[in-house]
């Protein structure tokens, strides 16, 4: 399963992913108002929960830094 993200908030390069979206293993990520990131992207469940948890107005997240999501598939 594919988490859906709109964009990265680009003002400090994170990504807010809610806490209740991630799963044990891989976890991959489509952006889908973000041109610049076309592909699937993935970050690793250990990497995800060490991020710091914050409010992106409604509810709780993962401030997940943009440098620790690698390329899983290209999509041309």
């Known amino acids: 399963m594919c988490i859906e993200i709109r964009q990265p908030r ?15 293993g891989k976890n991959l990520v489509k952006f889908t108002q ?3 990131l076309p592909d699937i992207y993935s970050c690793d469940y250990r990497d995800i929960v060490r991020c710091p948890i914050q409010s992106n107005g409604t509810i709780d997240c993962y401030a997940v830094p943009l440098s620790l999501f690698k390329t899983e598939r290209r999509i041309s």
């Open 10 to 24: 680009w003002k400090d390069r994170v990504v807010l992913i809610a806490t209740y979206k991630v799963g044990k």
């Open 34 to 36: 973000a041109k610049s």
